[in-house]
């Protein structure tokens, strides 16, 4: 493999990770997500004190009520910048994002940043690890950290 289709093939995971989420006329599935995983594979909710940490099916099920329930529209969410670094068969994404949807009446639109732990394994490419933290009053992406 070359560091660019490497490059490609995260990037076409990472796209399908994002677009699984939009909510459209068609009932959502989020079964398909299970492919993009690891077993045992750790998703994490940050957003301030109150985290929360997933295994892959416990991510999928209340996001698919959610999606399904009604409560949620118009919903979509994508990359917006990334950076991915590739060693061997480990890669590490760190990307911006933006959602945006209604929910409950109430219309909404924000931003944050993933970062995103990649293996490859015989099958390809898998997501091993999702981390996100959403822009709030006294955390702005414009404010980034980065070691001296």
Known sequence: MTVNSDKRQLYELTARFFAAFATGDDPISLTPLRE???DLAIITRTCGA???TYDV???IEPREQLLNSGDLVDFSEYEIAETTQIFGDIAQ???SYHKQGCLRGENFA???MKTIQFIRTKEGWRISA???DDERDDLKIHNLESSP
């Open 57 to 59: 099916d416990a991510f």
């Open 130 to 132: 999702v981390a996100w």
């Open 110 to 112: 924000a931003q944050g």
């Open 50 to 52: 109150d985290f929360a």
């Open 93 to 95: 994404r760190w990307c």
């Open 36 to 38: 993009l995983f690891v």
